[in-house]
């Protein structure tokens, strides 16, 4: 059945980045596009941006403009998603989901904690 | 931008209620609007889409009506696997928003 597969969690220093992977499978990938969202702890959701995985095409709202960015391998059919001079409040879950429109099926989490 | 305000924050029930949560947009949004569920610990899961399209394998005791500015979902006799957080999510233009989200916890 279709899956997404998120990679395991991250603890990362003030400034730092970091780079979360989302392995998909048993679909046509480049059908559907991958949108990610997080949620920090004890906290509501949080859209982050959304990539076409048949083109390429972002959009990123501009909270995270010039900070994080989103890629796709459609030969491994894997999304990427990069957050760059991460802060405390940037400690959260993050989620790979797919879908245009609303999102079906969503990735485990991948828990990046950020901390001196 | 688009802001979606949901109501209650949090609603204390009992297994049988009818349940109705409504999710407010500050502009229209025609129907372009999904509900999901969320448990503690585990990813939010689609119910409704497109303001009252069903999941497949959603039960059939969790609805959804609404357009433009006003939605609801309403859970007809709620169930113990209800328990949870419910958000709304809109999406228009290849952009997306979730409402702050509703705790549906026991009386």
């Known amino acids: 059945q279709v899956q997404l597969v998120q990679s395991g969690a991250e603890v990362k220093k003030p400034g730092a980045s970091v780079k979360v992977s989302c392995k998909a499978s048993?679909?046509?990938?480049?059908?559907?596009?991958i949108t990610w969202v997080r949620q920090a702890p004890g906290q509501g959701l949080e859209w982050m941006g959304w990539?076409?995985?048949?083109?390429?095409?972002?959009n990123y709202p501009q909270k995270f403009q010039g900070r994080v960015t989103m890629t796709t391998d459609t030969s491994t059919s894997t999304a990427y998603m990069e957050l760059r001079s991460l802060r405390s409040d940037d400690t959260a879950v993050y989620y790979c989901?797919?879908?245009?429109?609303?999102?079906?099926?969503w990735g485990q989490g991948t828990l990046v904690t950020v901390s001196s | 931008d688009i802001q979606m305000t949901q109501s209650p924050s949090t609603l204390s029930a009992s297994v049988g209620d009818r349940v109705t949560i409504t999710c407010r947009a500050s502009?229209?949004?025609?129907?372009?609007l999904a509900w999901y569920q969320q448990k503690p610990g585990k990813a939010p899961k689609l119910l409704i889409y497109?303001?009252?399209r069903l999941e497949s394998e959603v039960p059939s005791r969790f609805s959804g009506s609404g357009s433009r500015t006003e939605f609801t979902l309403t859970i007809s006799s709620l169930q113990p696997d209800d328990f949870a957080t419910y958000y709304c999510?809109?999406?228009?233009?290849?952009?997306?928003?979730f409402g702050q989200g509703t705790k549906v916890e026991t009386k």
């Open positions: 989901a797919r879908g245009n429109g609303h999102f079906d099926y």
């Open positions: 048993d679909y046509t990938f480049a059908s559907y596009g």
């Open positions: 990539i076409s995985a048949y083109n390429g095409r972002t």
């Open positions: 502009q229209s949004i025609s129907g372009w």
């Open positions: 497109e303001a009252s």
């Open positions: 999510q809109h999406y228009i233009g290849y952009t997306w928003s």
